[in-house]
């Protein structure tokens, strides 16, 4: 069984930084890509950020782009997001997913359990 484990989160005021971490078990089912999503309350899972180990290339939705920073470690399993200047709207829970190949961008894969993101105004 694979497991996408998470860490960090929690409640910030706005303006303020978070950093996730996310290990993977087993590294094949993220041995294309690892990201990260976040699904709102009342809406659905949305994509944040991606890097494909290949090339260390990033990837990021619009509304964290400049905010957000992707890095990590293949040879560890290992991805992380560097969350500045949050805003309210970036409250969510945010979900780790690992791929083997395709659109790092789709929400396919395997995910990790879960953390909640709360950003104050």
């Known amino acids: 069984q694979v497991h996408l484990v998470q860490s960090g989160g929690g409640l910030v005021q706005a303006g303020g930084s978070l950093r996730l971490s996310c290990v993977?078990?087993?590294?094949?089912?993220?041995?294309?890509?690892?990201?990260?999503?976040r699904r709102a309350p009342g809406k659905g899972r949305e994509f944040v950020a991606?890097?494909?180990?290949?090339?260390?290339?990033?990837?990021?939705?619009?509304?964290?782009k400049g905010r957000f920073t992707?890095?990590?470690?293949?040879a560890k399993n290992t991805v992380f997001l560097q969350m500045n200047s949050l805003k309210p709207e970036d409250t969510a829970v945010y979900y780790c997913n690992g791929k083997k190949g395709g659109d790092?961008?789709?929400?396919?894969?395997?995910?990790?359990?879960?953390?909640?993101?709360?950003?104050?105004?």
């Open 24 to 37: 993977a078990s087993v590294g094949t089912v993220t041995s294309f890509s690892m990201g990260w999503f």
């Open 50 to 64: 991606a890097i494909i180990w290949s090339t260390n290339y990033t990837d990021y939705a619009d509304s964290v």
């Open 70 to 74: 992707i890095s990590g470690d293949k």
């Open 104 to 121: 790092p961008r789709a929400t396919f894969g395997s995910w990790g359990q879960g953390t909640q993101v709360t950003v104050s105004s």
